[in-house]
Nanobody, 117 residues
């Protein structure tokens, strides 16, 4: 089992920044991929950013809508993945979920991000 706890959400004005954190605990050895997804009201959950580990190399990918504004990173010593969000827009408003892939998929409980115009 992998337990994921997100933090760092909140209310911010358009153009502002937030940093989300996702702390992983439990059977974390062998986690291949960690990611952030988001779900806005009435919309499907969508991938925001992902970081995939292959040996000593981490590969990242981003949704087109956040490229150049969001950065995903992973601190293996702290078993934590971060999402730095800059130049936030009202359309970034959503519940953000942390995701981990080991042999199974694990989800966090979500953290609300609200961007006011």
């Amino acid at each position: 089992q992998v337990h994921l706890v997100e933090s760092g959400g909140g209310l911010v004005q358009a153009g502002g920044s937030l940093r989300l954190s996702c702390a992983a605990s439990g059977s974390i050895r062998g986690i291949i991929r960690m990611a952030w997804y988001r779900q806005a009201p009435g919309k499907q959950r969508e991938l925001v950013a992902a970081i995939t580990s292959a040996g000593t190399t981490n590969y990242t990918n981003y949704a087109d809508s956040v490229k150049g504004r969001f950065t995903i990173s992973r601190d293996n010593a702290k078993n934590t993945v971060y999402l730095q969000m800059n130049s936030l827009k009202p359309e970034d408003t959503a519940v953000y979920y942390c995701y981990a892939l080991r042999s199974l998929v694990y989800w966090g409980q979500g953290t609300q991000v609200t961007v006011s115009s």
